[in-house]
């Protein structure tokens, strides 16, 4: 990431330098540096760089289409063309014991491999397969010691059954009641299977009484989603791919019949969105530019355009817009900001609730003149800057599949990339955004809430009721929050509820911070309307207050600071957060 920021960055100041020199000598000189390819898009070269004034920053493409199919990418990187997990799910409700597969998982708590006197199961469901197994089971959980706890798994090798392998799935204390839970109760089988190279699995409960009946459509659902996110590995940028062999899952005991089988087909689609996102925000700068970011929005509107359009802003229309705020972080870059915007509308055009979903979207983040540096800054990662996009267009995926009616959503991102250049923005400028606002810019890496600041006019000018924004915007929050929770700001109890509401049923962990109004006298300058950063004390909350000031005060507002749980640092992979909470709550608004 380094390398290909440094080489950005001389590629704009050798423009300034030749531009001062010889003019007549940039009218021969092709400076556009090809924007990479499309994740999959064919090639066509972009038109050679004008002849511009002195300080004009040229347009290097008049679409994404064009700009994301200019060339290689920076390194020759392309990245392979690997499917995502290819799974039919199935509820059923048969004797477990009568499954034909290859391997049959039984999930069971700390409670469930309790013996009896004669060192037999005493639940009947182990009880059962036990004795079908000739007491194979209960002798392989003593000797590997295992005891049903969160994570524990022992997986045997039969023979004539009518399946190849059984696996014990541990638990913990309880049956899961969380749908947090049950996706990690996917996750596990997804790896006993995939270790066993198995294409045909079944999930079935030890104590299937322990799942509470209302919440047993959650549960399929979760497990099954948990199930194609375990055996998801992205490995589009791996000299060799792995191929998931899982093709087939029964869910024995929780019910059956077309709901839940349409539940169970929502947990696909909402998979799709969670990969989606992933790949996103897993694909490096050199390949993944606004421009190519541009172009994966444009796909799936032409994908599910039965209900998606796409409107792609270049560089002259942000002008005539005034989003000053945005094209200053952007000036820097040999790569065009690229203004995206997808309108998801019901096939029936009956449209009771207007929402936007607005997304951070810095496919690179260097800093800017404050340059990133030193231990923990991260530079090498700031490929995630856009993780609040990818949450976005995830949602998007999914909701094109779902088709939920009755509600009209707008999903807008301001891509771009923050670099450094003799065309860049410096501290101490003051730009204007799109509101007539003017901000002091004391700080060129705190860029993110400049983009969004302009994203957040356009979205309101939609005629929207509510915006949820993410972004990957402050340390602070990290710092507030730990990796795995997401800190939300709003003004706005009613939406506040919704959103826990929809992370309850998707799993993912959110915390409300104040918006603390006091604090706001840190933002204030002395020579124009705001500064963009206030001290280092209450930064997410600064952060919060500051994209505040570009909503209108009739719509109702949500700030998502997702910085920690966008990136797994164990996995050294993208964790797809956002998504499965947006789309639910899409779908409660749809519902309500």
Known sequence: MATAASTSAAAAVLASRLLRRSPRLLRRLSLSRAAPAALSSSSRPLAPLA???LGHRAR??????????AGPALGLTKPNAVEPPQITFSAKDFEFSEWKGDILAVAVTEKDLSKDSDSKFENAVLKKLDSQLGGLLSEAAAEEDFTGKAGQSVVLRVAGQGFKRVGLIGLGQNAPSTAAACRGLGESVAS????AQASSAAIVFASPSGIQEEFKLTAAAAIASGTVLGSYEDSRYKSESKKVHLKQVDIIGLGSGPEVDQKLKYANDLSSGVIFGRELVNSPANVLTPAVLA?????????????FTATILDEEKCKELKMGSYLAVAAASANPPHF?????KPTDGNVKRKLAIVGKG???????YNIKTGPGCSIELMKFDMGG??????????LGQIKPPGVEVHFIVAACENMISGTGMRPGDIVTASNGKTIEVNNTDAEGRLTLADALVYACNQGVEKIVDLATLTGACVVALGPNIAGIFTPSDELAKEVTAASEVSGEKFWRLPLEESYWESMKSGVADMVNTGGRQGGSITAALFLKQFVDEKVQWMHIDMAGPVWNDKKRAATGFGVSTLVEWVLKNSSS
């Open 192 to 195: 006993v299977a995939k270790a």
């Open 60 to 69: 290097m493409g008049h679409t994404a289409a064009a700009a994301a199919a």
């Open 340 to 344: 995206i915007h997808l309108c998801y």
């Open 389 to 398: 996009s990818a949450a976005v267009f995830g949602a998007a995926k999914a």
């Open 51 to 53: 002849r511009q004034p």
């Open 362 to 368: 810095l496919t690179f983040d260097s800093g800017g």
């Open 295 to 307: 172009e994966e929005a444009s796909k799936i509107a032409s994908t599910y355009s039965d209900v």
